[in-house]
């Protein structure tokens, strides 16, 4: 029954977590499955700006603060945030 299986493309997923952990670097950022934590084991918080114009409104300038999610899809790698909040 075994016989008739064959080798199967190496796991994506399983591949990123491999090559965190044999990255030698200290400031990187572990991207495997979960919440994202950099090399302290805190989880990754990126700060952004984006400016917004309202239709016949003057430009408004947004900062804020979220948690950023990557999911590999058939399509690539598709992120996003979560729980956004102003940012100081």
């Not at 495997?32 to 408004?60: C, F, H, L």
């Amino acid at each position: 029954m075994f016989d008739a299986l064959h080798d199967q493309p190496a796991d994506k997923i399983l591949m990123l977590i491999a090559a965190y952990r044999d990255d030698p670097r200290v400031d990187k950022n572990d991207l495997g499955v979960g919440v994202y934590k950099n090399a302290k084991s805190a989880a990754i918080v990126w700060t952004w700006t984006g400016r917004i114009a309202p239709q016949g409104q003057p430009v408004q300038v947004l900062r804020g603060r979220s948690l950023v999610y990557f999911t590999l899809t058939p399509d690539g790698w598709r992120i996003s945030a979560d729980m956004w909040q102003a940012a100081p």
